[in-house]
């Protein structure tokens, strides 16, 4: 393989530039950049050891730098990794991977380095796959996950059920082959106890999928209401700034607010939209249609309601927009009034909050009824967890074929025909971890990544 080099730091200026440089002859190029106070060369020094001097390109000093060595095959990828941190300007550090490259390295693709660490053992390609997550994790919860993936925590839950398929299998092909050895039969009690219990394992990990994507992509949220019954305030409370205009003006939101915030450890993609009411404004009326695009293809609605006041057309035309909606009916400005409304609400809606988001009384009602409404208030953040529609996938092809392989066990089929399921069902299980995954595969998930990691 080409030894591969690459800023491995954000393209922005900051405190430290880090140039990755990871190959057969990462130690020598870097020696050929890197001159250190002490005059000893990267080559001579133990892995894991760092110098400190100058980045040189020829003849001219880059910067001041430090360079530090990771031996094959303890290394992020495997292979012998220098890394040289400079200051952390942009043209710095631009200088200093111009003089890698101009020394012998290539530019390194997106997710080079991880495809190298999981092309040389270093990690399963779930751990790999887990990587981008951790880097984009935007929440506490959602780098729990990535970081219990990235660990082995699915690898291992998916390498239990299949070396298990497999030494079923083993012993079903042994009894078959060599029918006059002393090789116990494998019951078809105990086969079916283990397919059922991978069946189960399966199930548990599919109908978890959408929870625990919800916490590690967060969950488009749009907050809508008729006009002045405070969604601009509620954004503001949630965001925990004047990110919407507030006046007591009706129709003073004409287009969509949009903010990213954290929930008790739930990322919502807020959406402060016009108030839903009929109108006769034209650009009010744009406004309008856009709040009810955003309700319909939202995960998650805020329908916010005045205390203050009854319930009007405009309200009720809402209530019906929300219904088969993961949505929340939120009754506001209770700092004003002690009657709210509640029964129509409460029949219409799985949650019901009282708030006042002027003052932000029962904002911790409403993260409760949020983590309850999503399901990820019990959400275990520490078990193996799928990640993305690729693992869900193979998951899925690997439950149909032990549910297959289960009906031809419990109909009297031939143990050549559960065998056929079972292989099916381990296929599709060393796709998911990367054992038996194509090239193809491989270079499709790590052309998403970044360059540099």
């Keep these: 393989m080409s030894t591969i080099a690459a800023v491995s730091t954000g393209m922005a200026a900051g405190g430290i530039g880090i140039v990755r440089i990871s190959g057969e002859n990462a130690i020598k190029i870097a020696d050929s950049i890197f001159s250190s106070v002490s005059g000893r060369k990267i080559a001579d020094i133990s892995g ?128 078959v082959d060599y029918p006059y050895e002393e090789i116990d039969e494998l019951s078809s009690e105990n086969l079916g106890g283990d397919i059922r219990n991978g069946i189960e394992s399966l199930g548990k990990l599919i109908n978890n999928y959408d929870t625990g994507r919800i916490i590690i992509e967060g969950v488009d949220t749009a907050i809508v209401g008729r006009p002045n019954v405070g969604k601009s305030t ?64 939202a995960q998650l609605v805020l329908a916010v309601f005045d205390a203050s006041r009854p319930l009007s057309d405009d309200d009720r035309r809402l209530i019906a927009l929300c219904k088969n909606k993961n949505a929340i009916g939120i009754i506001n400005k209770t700092d004003l009034v002690e009657n709210y409304l509640t029964d129509e609400l409460k029949e219409n809606f799985r949650k019901l909050v009282f708030i006042s988001a002027k003052t932000g009384d029962g904002k911790d009602r409403l993260e409760q009824a949020v983590t309850e409404l999503l399901g990820t208030g019990n959400f275990d953040t520490s078990a193996a967890t799928l990640i993305n529609e690729r693992q869900l996938e193979c998951c899925k092809n690997a439950l149909k074929a032990l549910n297959e392989a289960e009906e031809a066990l419990n109909i009297g089929l031939t143990m050549d025909a559960v065998t056929v399921c079972l292989d099916s069902a381990v296929e599709s299980l060393l796709v998911l971890t990367g054992e038996k995954a194509t090239d193809s595969v491989v270079n499709e998930i790590f052309a998403h990544f970044c360059v540099g990691k």
């Design 48 to 175: 894991y050891c760092a110098l400190y001097g100058k980045a040189v390109d020829g003849e001219t000093v880059l910067d001041t730098a430090v360079a530090l060595l990771f031996r094959a095959p303890k290394s992020y990828t495997g292979e012998d990794v220098v890394e040289i941190s400079c200051h952390g300007g942009l043209y710095i550090t631009k200088r200093v991977l111009r003089a890698a490259l101009s020394a012998g390295a290539v530019p390194a693709e997106p997710g080079e380095f991880t495809k190298r660490a999981f092309l040389n053992g270093k990690m399963d390609l779930t751990g790999a796959e887990s990587v981008m997550n951790l880097i984009s994790a935007q929440g506490e919860e959602a780098e729990k996950i990535a970081l219990g993936i990235l660990e082995g925590g699915l690898f291992k839950e998916i390498k239990k059920i299949s070396d298990k398929l497999l030494y079923d299998m083993a012993l079903l092909s042994a009894w």
């Design 234 to 297: 509620l954004m503001n409370l949630l965001s925990g700034t004047d990110r919407s205009i507030v006046t007591e003006i009706a129709g003073t939101t004409r287009d969509i607010v949009e903010d990213t915030v954290t929930l008790d450890g739930i990322v919502l993609h807020l959406s402060d939209t016009a108030g839903v009411r009929e109108t006769d404004d034209a650009v009010e009326s744009i406004g309008v249609e856009r709040a009810v695009k955003r309700l319909e293809n």
